[in-house]
């Protein structure tokens, strides 16, 4: 009886993934119930068998129980499988997290905790009963059908993630690797290949206009930038145009600005979205947040330019950044004022506290104008939003715009209140004699709520940037032509120094916009003019494609009968993940390349390890790399090398020369899932002090080999 409840917790963890794929790969969802009737066949196969296992069994049920009713709240609050645990996004601390999880604490959750302890109970009582062990032949007859049905579930892979098994999702959670490339490189990874710029002469006569008008203005003007948190362009404008009842403010600002409705995030993302804003485009791809941006950005920067032209800049945010090193990347931007909510007394942080993710905007807004009354010169502020992030709130006493407790309306009275806010911004800086002012506001990522594709290439990268005059001098106009979130630093430059500038938004030249995902199936994808492609990283026979001004909706996937189309897309989105990659760390203060070097196009296009290095475990457990080849014998030493994966995973022959010219060697196996691996030497033999050299092999074919000092 606790395995069939334990079969009815794992159905309902996968069917609101179902749900969200609009039932439209019941075959992908079958497959997951297969592999989890095969493991429960198993374990009840070994229950009968061994007394032991009899014993473990109420725990084995705690574990499964527990994990599936995690399982299916997880999907329900976030639309993120265990998956999400291969990415920077499984660090995010529990004190972050805490208002999201407590806001999907549904009957829901509360119905399968009970499941979950029901098959606790009855696996306890089933301790009081004596099993007969089965007769060896019905046993391995047993055994052999739940393998069986174990392995084919565990084959069928489901269009969705979603709607897999969440065993299944943890075992393959592992980050991916970089994609393959041939060795063909493009030179312009921009220009649009196939897809086509729809301006009208009017359009683009209105663009030129108004872009006179901001590079003409007579004195430099203060920019405020506001980030409006998990806003997309299709949250802002539900009906196709922004709503007066709705965002009042906004839709204020809008009469005198222009409105960019098609801007590209290039990450469904918070982190990665404010790095590509603050650096004209600059991008972790399939770096780490917490590796990479642990060292500073001494490329172009947004604040960094603007002082660099006698501006002070500060930064305030209503939302915590202590979660993916978003905190220690701001840190590091020469910002005059920073002001982040973690950083107020417990007193003042219950005061204005609005969830667990952030304090009342109206606090931050607060503090960010009496920063820019005090500034002398003109000023660059950029204010962070938090209301619109799940759990989507309120503050305490305020009536909500939408009734109703589901996630929409919640999200859209949040909404409706941030929109309050930057109103109540904007008309500050007008009465206070700011009306020099560009405001500029930009969503970092839309919204999804669990629709379309995985990883909601449409609700969550579209995003938009509306850019309005506080002095009222700039005429309204909507253009809506794909551009990228990383143009908005070339466009406040040509406002800040009176000069056109290649890359502005108002440079309306055709350019194709790359974004992906990294939650497992990582996926790439591109929109070139009309066209709009995606694809997972490590399935060539898997792709969508668009074309969106006669399929805005994209039902009819147009990819089989477009091969050529989507091999040159898969081509270019794969050279631009590595390129974006390799050239943000370049500019990375101190970084140094794990194995010497950057790996190289025509290296993506072979299999194996790359690069060689050696090094330790520090106490923390991280890698820390000895360029001089010099390693103390007290230490656990390391071999690591930067792999192109095998598809299906190799084994390799690790050959140690030692000091006095013995030899030793060990095998270990290169998981197709990996791109870093590390090799424990002193797990096999003692590394006694001198001079060692290693030489990796795949059968007889060296690979990679150096050389390392193991120092006494």
Same mark, same amino acid.
């Given at each position: ?37 095969? %493991? ?12 032991? *296992? ?10 499964? #129980? ?86 084919? #579930? ?6 969705? *993630? ?25 030179? $312009? ?29 007579? &004195? ?14 299709? =949250? ?10 709705? *965002? ?6 809008? /009469? ?47 604040? #960094? ?5 006698? &501006? ?12 993916? !090193?978003? $905190? ?67 503050? !305490? ?58 990883? !909601? ?27 990228? !979130? ?11 120094? #009176?000069?056109? =500038? ?47 001004? /006669? ?9 089989? *009968?477009?091969?050529?189309? %989507? ?146």
């Amino acid at each position: 009886m606790s395995f069939l409840l334990l079969a009815i917790l794992h159905a309902r963890a996968t069917w609101t993934g179902l749900v969200y794929s609009g039932f439209s790969d019941w075959s992908g969802w079958a497959a997951g119930q297969m592999f989890f009737l095969g %493991v429960l066949i198993l374990l009840a196969v070994a229950r009968r068998q061994w007394s032991w *296992t009899a014993r473990a069994m109420p725990w084995a049920a705690a574990a499964l #129980g527990l994990g599936l009713a995690a399982a299916g709240w997880g999907l329900r609050a976030s639309g993120d499988t265990f998956r999400v645990f291969g990415t920077d996004a499984a660090q995010t601390p529990l004190r972050l997290l805490r208002s999201s999880l407590l806001a999907a604490a549904d009957w829901s959750l509360l119905l399968d905790l009970i499941l979950a302890a029901a098959a606790v109970a009855l696996s306890l009582a089933d301790l009081r009963r004596h099993y007969e062990p089965l007769a060896r032949k019905r046993a391995l007859a047993a055994a052999a059908a739940g393998a069986a049905m174990l392995f084919a #579930g565990a084959w069928r892979a489901p269009r969705d *993630t979603r709607l897999e098994s969440p065993l299944l999702a943890i075992l393959r959670s592992e980050s991916e690797s970089p994609p393959r490339l041939g060795p063909e490189r493009e030179a $312009d990874l921009r220009s649009l290949r196939y897809g086509s710029l729809a301006l009208t002469d009017e359009l683009s006569r209105e663009l030129a206009a108004r872009r006179q008008s901001l590079v003409m203005r007579k &004195y430099r003007p203060n920019i405020v930038l506001i980030i409006l948190e998990s806003v997309g362009s299709a =949250q802002l404008r539900p009906l196709g145009r922004l709503d007066p009842r709705f *965002t009042p403010a906004l839709f204020d600002l809008s /009469r005198h600005g222009v409105l960019f409705p098609s801007v590209y995030a290039p990450f469904p993302g918070t982190v990665r979205s404010h790095v590509s804003v603050m650096t004209g485009g600059g991008l972790i791809t399939w770096g780490s947040e917490y590796k990479e941006l642990s060292r500073r950005y001494l490329g172009p920067t947004l604040p #960094g330019e603007l002082k660099k032209r006698g &501006y002070r800049a500060a930064f305030f945010s209503a939302a915590r950044l202590d979660g993916e !090193n978003s $905190d220690g990347f701001y840190a590091a931007l020469p910002f005059d004022r920073e002001f982040l909510p973690e950083s107020l007394d417990v007193d003042e942080w219950k005061r204005l506290e609005l969830n667990s993710w952030g304090i009342d905007e109206r606090g931050a807004a607060k503090r960010a104008l009496a920063w820019t009354r005090a500034s002398p010169r003109p000023f660059l502020l950029v204010f962070n939003t938090v209301a619109t992030h799940h759990p989507y709130a309120v503050p !305490n006493g305020m009536a909500p715009y939408r009734r109703g407790g589901d996630a929409k309306s919640r999200y859209e009275s949040a909404l409706h209140f941030t929109d309050s806010v930057v109103g109540d911004l904007a008309k500050a800086l007008g009465s206070d004699g700011r009306g020099n002012t560009l405001l500029i506001v930009l969503g970092d990522h839309g919204e999804a709520f669990g629709d379309l594709h995985p990883g !909601n290439f449409k609700e969550n990268i579209r995003s938009f940037v509306l850019l309005a005059d506080l002095s009222k001098k700039l005429r309204p106009l909507t253009a809506d032509y794909p551009a990228g !979130n990383g143009q908005i630093l070339p466009t406040v430059l040509e406002a800040v120094d #009176g000069r056109a =500038q290649a890359g502005s938004l108002f440079d309306a030249r055709g350019r194709i916009q790359y974004f992906f995902k990294n939650t497992h199936p990582t996926q790439l994808g591109l929109r070139d003019g009309q066209w709009k492609f995606i694809g997972p990283m490590l399935d060539p026979a898997q792709a969508e494609l668009y074309r969106l001004d /006669r399929d805005p909706f994209e039902k009819d996937n147009l990819a089989s *009968t477009h091969p050529l189309m %989507v091999r040159d897309y898969r081509r270019l989105a794969s050279q631009w993940f590595i390129d974006t990659q390799n050239e943000f760390v370049s500019r990375l203060e101190g970084f140094q390349y794990e194995g010497g070097a950057a790996l190289t196009a025509g290296e993506l296009g072979t299999p194996g390890p790359k690069r060689l290095m050696f090094g330790w475990m520090g106490p923390d457990d991280k890698f820390v790399p000895s360029p001089s080849g010099k390693v103390p014998a007290r230490a656990k030493i390391a071999a690591f090398t930067k792999d192109v994966p095998y598809p299906n995973g190799r084994l390799l022959r690790y050959c140690w020369r030692a000091p006095d010219g013995s030899r030793r060697e060990f095998t270990l196996f290169h998981s197709g899932e990996w791109s870093d691996v590390y090799a424990f030497p002193q797990a096999r033999f003692a590394m006694t002090p001198g001079r060692w050299s290693l030489r990796i092999l795949d059968g007889s074919r060296a690979l990679v080999g150096g050389e390392l000092t193991v120092l006494p």
